[in-house]
Each structure stands twice: as C-alpha cells, then as structure tokens.
C-alpha cells in the first residue's frame, strides 16, 4: 500500500494572489505547508499544481524534497488522480497549499484512524478550517473522476464522496480536545 501526502496549491486566487508564496515568519507560505507534513509517513512527497503556476513553485519543492507534478488548471480532481497515477499512489493524504498551520500530528494521527477503519475517506471535525487534512483512496478518486460531472466536484477533490455517502466509506470523527477549535479559521485567505 503507497501513501502519497499530495498538497493542492496554485498561485491564481483572485482575492489573495500568490498566498502561497507570500513571505511568513522567514519563509514562505507552501514551505510551512510542506514542512509541516514532511514528517507523516508516506512513500511519496509532491505538490500538485498548474502550468501557470509551475515555474515559482518548482525551486521552492524541489528545496524541501518535494515532488511536483503539473496538471489541469481547474480540474483539480483529475490532477490528484493524475498524481496517484504517475506515482503509483493507493492512498493520498489531501493537503492545501494555503494552510500554514496545517498539522502534521493530526495528519498522522487520522492516517492511522483511516486505515484502521478501512475507509475511502477520512477527516477530523471541528478542527480550526485551515489546520486539517484529507485521507482518501486513490480507488475512490478514480470513482469521482469517472462520475463527477459538476464543476465542484471537478474542483474540489472530495466533494463528490460527501454527496454520495451510500457508495464511500466516510469517516468522521471529533480530534483531540487539545485540536478542537470549529469556529476559529488560521487559513491565509487575505493580507
């Protein structure tokens, strides 16, 4: 079984443009992100983006050892599965590249809860938004690639395995007392 932690991250955000790669506390933005997750334990490391965004994030990847692979501009869906294909992936950790404060120890932690539960995908709840992950199956990707026609299950990766909980296996659990914030937001969505 091949774990991939796959950060999504383009530089095209009309309200914020290039966030992930605006200076923060010595560094950038999407090096947080990728520092953060470097620790959870997969066979893979890589951001997936688009061609326009390509060329500004290749140097800053390849400095922490990250993977890129370049895909669809808004068919983010197709880029994830394109990603597990091209590495082979069965497992992808789902990351934003805009979430500085994104928690490797919460990712590790729902990875084990994922596979324990043998589920299709698998997130905490009532995390602050910007500080949680992903875990989802890279069979149930290529379901939602073959079925999904809206655009928003086309651009927001899970969006179709939520609208349709009779065919995955969702798991949804609270996280640690310590991690439970629901209205707080540490998301970089603008200056």
Known sequence: ???GVLIQVRLGSTRLPSKAILPLAGSTVIQHVMRAVKPVP??????????????????????????????????VLSRFCAGCR???????????????????TLARMILGVH??????????????????VEVVEAAALFGAERDAVDQAEREHIT????RHPDRFRIVEEPPPAWARLPDARVTVDTP
């Open 42 to 75: 997969a066979d893979v490391h890589a951001l997936l983006t688009d061609p326009a965004s390509a060329e500004r994030l290749a140097p800053l990847a390849g400095a922490e050892e990250f993977l890129l692979l370049v895909g669809s501009p808004d068919d």
């Open 115 to 132: 596979e324990t539960a043998g589920a299709d995908l698998s997130h905490y709840l009532d995390l602050p938004w910007g500080m949680g």
């Open 159 to 162: 969006t179709h395995h939520y």
């Open 86 to 104: 091209e590495w082979q992936v069965d497992r992808g950790v789902r990351v934003t590249g805009d979430n500085p404060l994104t928690s490797g």
């Open 1 to 3: 079984m091949r774990t």
